[in-house]
Every structure is written in structure tokens, then in C-alpha cells.
């Protein structure tokens, strides 16, 4: 959750906004975001929370409407609040540092205050599309399946699996993700997907003793059978033939 006070270009996804006056963004970890300065020195706040941070006391957040995909993320508060603002974000940095044991209650406090100052103010619409949306749409749709990797943990297990997953992520249409991967890679997405999850099956399957099934399981499939199906596709052997070739 940002105050911007400088001007700037924010690009995400497919769109393009320009920052030309004090504005709340609430971005989202699993969407990569490009913020690129045009005033001389950069100022403003944030705060970064996670979601057991928030989730200690109630399921606000995840039903307000800068917290959903395709919902507005850039609010332009007026001159008023953004003084209060920033006045609740110096108020969060002295809590921060105090030693009150309930200071996590306060702060998840000034949060909701900042939340409901963004809530009293129109969203931003005059979103412009980037020349180049095709190309930036199939770079985030890349940067976000990367991120799922490696895989380090049997207790983890893929979120984004699909064409759809990604384009919700993305806050655009499957269709509109599927044709820009496709014209900017010559490669659909859930070709993309599939080669990105065999090449993790097989590192897991040489540097893990971790059986197929989990392996499976981490790479999200339901059922090890479709599993070896789809790796026995890509790459001529079953895992349990790649790991004993391997050892």
C-alpha cells in the first residue's frame, strides 16, 4: 500500500497509468509492477503486509474492492487526505518502533484508515493501453510463472496452473493472454506451462528423494497418473524411468 506524492508512469498488465498528483496504489505481490519516476526525487510511503497479518482479526481486506483482480488499484485522495495520510503513516513508523504489546492491533488500525480514505475516493478509469501491451502482458505472464519456482518445500504446491489462472492473475481475458503470448513467443501459454513444469519435475526428481506422488502433488496435480501422463508426453519416460536413468 504506496502514497506516491511524485509524478511518475505506472504500468501493469495491459495498462498504462500516468501519476501526475498524490495517489494511493495497492498492488498486489503476485502481479510485477513497473514504476518509472519523472520528478527529480521520489517521495512518498508504504507499508508491506502479508496475509496472516491481516487475516489475526478479521477477512476485510480480501473482500474490499483494490484487493480483488480487475478491480481499480490507483486512487487520487484530495489534498485533505492526503495530509492525513501521511500523518497516519508517521503515526505507523513511531508504532512500529515502540514496545506496546499490542502495537499489531493498532497498526492493522491506521491500515483500515488508510484503506477507507482510498474507499471515499473515486478509483482511477482513464487508464490508457500501452503500445506495446502485447509484449508486456507476455513478459508479466513469464515473470509471474517464474516466480512459482523453484519449488522447495513438499508443503507447497502450484497456484497458477493454467491459461485462466494467469489471466486472472493478470486481470485480463484468457483469450487476450492466449493471443499475446502467442504473437509475441510463437508459443501458446499452456505450452509455456507445461515445459516450465517438466523442467522443475526434473530437477525435483534429481535433487529430491521426495516420492512421484508428492512430487506430482507440489507441481498441482490432483492425480499422479495425469502427472506421469503429461511428463511421459513431453519427454519420452516416465519419472520413475528419468530418475533411475539419472541415478
Not at 497516519?88 to 488500525?109: F, H, P, S, W
Not at 516466480?147 to 496452473?161: A, E, Y
Request: with cysteine; charged share 25%; hydrophobic share 40%.
Amino acid at each position: 500500500m504506496t502514497l506516491i506524492l511524485e509524478e511518475g508512469q505506472l504500468d501493469y498488465a495491459d495498462k498504462s497509468i500516468h501519476i501526475d498528483r498524490p495517489a494511493l496504489l495497492f498492488s498486489n505481490p503476485m502481479i510485477p509492477y513497473n514504476w518509472q519516476s519523472l520528478a527529480n526525487n521520489q517521495a512518498g510511503w508504504f507499508c508491506i503486509f502479508n496475509e496472516p497479518f491481516v487475516k489475526q482479526r478479521d477477512e476485510l481486506l480480501t473482500d474490499l474492492p483494490m484487493f480483488r483482480l480487475g478491480h481499480e488499484k490507483v486512487y487520487f485522495p484530495n489534498d485533505t487526505s492526503v495530509k492525513e495520510i501521511a500523518d497516519i503513516y508517521r503515526k505507523m513508523m513511531e508504532e512500529n518502533e515502540g514496545t506496546y504489546v499490542y502495537k499489531q492491533d493498532i497498526l492493522r488500525n491506521y491500515l483500515h484508515l488508510i484503506i477507507h480514505h482510498a474507499l471515499k475516493t473515486e478509483p482511477v478509469r482513464n487508464y490508457e493501453k500501452t503500445q506495446n501491451a502485447a509484449s508486456r502482458i507476455t513478459s508479466l505472464f513469464l515473470e509471474l510463472l517464474e516466480r512459482q519456482f523453484p519449488i522447495d518445500s513438499m508443503q507447497n504446491q502450484l497456484q497458477l496452473k493454467s491459461a485462466g489462472d494467469f489471466a486472472r492473475q493478470l486481470s485480463v481475458h484468457t483469450n487476450h493472454l492466449n493471443r499475446a503470448v502467442k504473437e509475441i513467443t510463437g508459443k501458446t501459454t499452456t505450452e509455456h506451462i507445461t515445459s516450465r513444469i517438466v523442467i522443475e519435475a526434473n530437477e525435483l526428481l534429481v535433487h529430491t528423494d521426495w516420492p512421484v506422488a508428492e512430487i506430482a502433488y507440489c507441481l498441482g496435480f490432483d492425480y499422479s497418473a495425469y502427472f506421469n501422463i503429461l511428463f511421459k508426453k513431453a519427454t519420452g519416460m516416465t519419472p520413475k524411468e528419468a530418475r533411475m536413468k539419472i541415478v
